[in-house]
Structures are given as C-alpha cells and as structure tokens.
C-alpha cells in the first residue's frame, strides 16, 4: 500500500521554464513532508520540507505547496536549470514511537532540457 | 562535516554467501538509519537506531538481516545467506534527533547477487 504517490513517473521541462512535481498522500497522520533530489551513484539529498501546519516554504527557486484537504503536495522549481536534472522523491513522516518515520514514494525524473 | 559514508560502495556476491556494509554517520547525528532501494522504487525503511539502541525494525528485514551500531557511532547491515532477491541499493543515514526532521544519506551499498 503506497502512502506516498508520486503518479508521474518522468518529466521533461524547458529550460527557464517552472518544473511543477507533483505527490499525493493517504496516510493523515503524516505531519511533515520532505522532497529530496536524487542524482545517480549518489545517495539522497535533502532538499526543502514543510510542516503540516503551513501550506507553503520557499527557499529560492524552490517552493513546497501543501494541500492538506486534498492530501496533495508539489514542489515547483522556478525557474528550471539543467542542474536540476534528477530523480525527486516526495517523503512524508509521522511520529513512531519518538521518532519522525519517513515514508518515500517511487520517484519522479525530471529532465531540463537546456 | 565530511556527511555520511559507507563501505563498500559496491558488492557483488554469490547467492547463500554472507555481507556486511558499514555506515558512518556525521559525527553528532545520534539518530541512523537503514534503508533499502530497488528499481524504480523509492528507498523502503529497514531499521532505525537512536544512539547504540535499535528501536525499530521493518518487517522487511528478515532473520538473514541483522544490524548493529556498537557505542553509538558507526553501524553495520549483516545480510547472512544472500538470495538473489537481496540485490538493491542499501542506504544509510542520519539524524540528529533534537534537530529538523531532515535525514542525511550517504551515498549507498549496490549489492549484487548472483
């Protein structure tokens, strides 16, 4: 049962255009939500987060948008660099037992297009 | 702050023989992690250690699968008799526990079996 969804599983934007990465959640306990940028041969990398109790962060070209009467999320990159070419997991987290557990989902691939 | 590091970086093994991977965590990160990521999937929570006490674990992670982190610093992933299935990514990281609720990877274990 996937509690994190990312629905999309690649994305090709121009570059200088708005990359919008999109992810969908079930699980209402969740109460913060993570993206993290993934290149290949190399580990996650945190990227930019957002508690439950705002609707939106930004920091830079980056912004986090939540939706929680949809249970929706999106991370939109603006505007897009070559750079920002690499896979984007959406994660969510919930307390277990005194810790923050992190569910991911499946991924999106995004590729800007210079 | 060098991150987070594992070793090896790559294995590659014959099926039914033992493994060990190593993590070390940024130095005052008293929160470590394990994961495990396969093909086209996101990385999936294995177990989760505070300090030297492991205080979770998936049910992933079978009776093959065992885990330490001995004085609370760097851990290990043992995988006795390894099945074909047991091919991934295996990720660690770290957290500090009073800190945000962002983990920090390293760069992972590719273990092959064949």
């Known amino acids: 049962d996937q509690q994190v969804k990312q629905n999309s599983p690649s994305l090709s934007v121009q570059e200088g255009r708005i990359s919008i990465l999109n992810c969908d959640y079930t699980?209402?306990?969740?109460?913060?939500f993570l993206w993290y940028k993934k290149y290949p041969a190399e580990g996650p990398t945190f990227l930019i987060s957002i508690s439950s109790i705002k609707d939106k962060n930004e920091d830079g070209r980056f912004t986090v948008f939540l939706n929680k009467s949809a249970k929706h999320l999106s991370l939109h990159i603006v505007p897009s660099q070559p750079g920002d070419s690499a896979v984007y997991f959406c994660?969510?987290?919930?307390?277990?037992?005194?810790?923050?557990?992190?569910?991911f989902g499946i991924g999106t691939k995004l590729q800007v297009i210079p | 702050d060098t991150g987070v590091s594992q070793d090896p970086r790559h294995k590659i093994t014959k099926r039914g023989q033992n493994v060990t991977f190593r993590c070390d965590p940024i130095s005052e990160h008293n929160r470590l992690y394990w994961y495990r990521q396969t093909l086209g999937q996101g990385p999936e929570f294995l177990t989760y250690f505070q300090n030297e006490a492991q205080l979770e674990k998936s049910r992933l992670l079978s009776d093959r699968f065992s885990a330490e982190r001995p004085k609370g610093s760097f851990s290990t992933l043992e995988i006795q008799r390894t099945e074909q299935g047991d091919s991934a990514m295996y990720l660690c990281a770290s957290s500090l526990g009073s800190a945000g609720h962002e983990q920090y990877f390293g760069p992972g274990t590719r273990l092959t079996v064949t």
């Open positions: 994660a969510a987290s919930a307390n277990s037992g005194g810790y923050q557990k992190v569910t």
């Open positions: 699980n209402s306990m969740f109460d913060y």
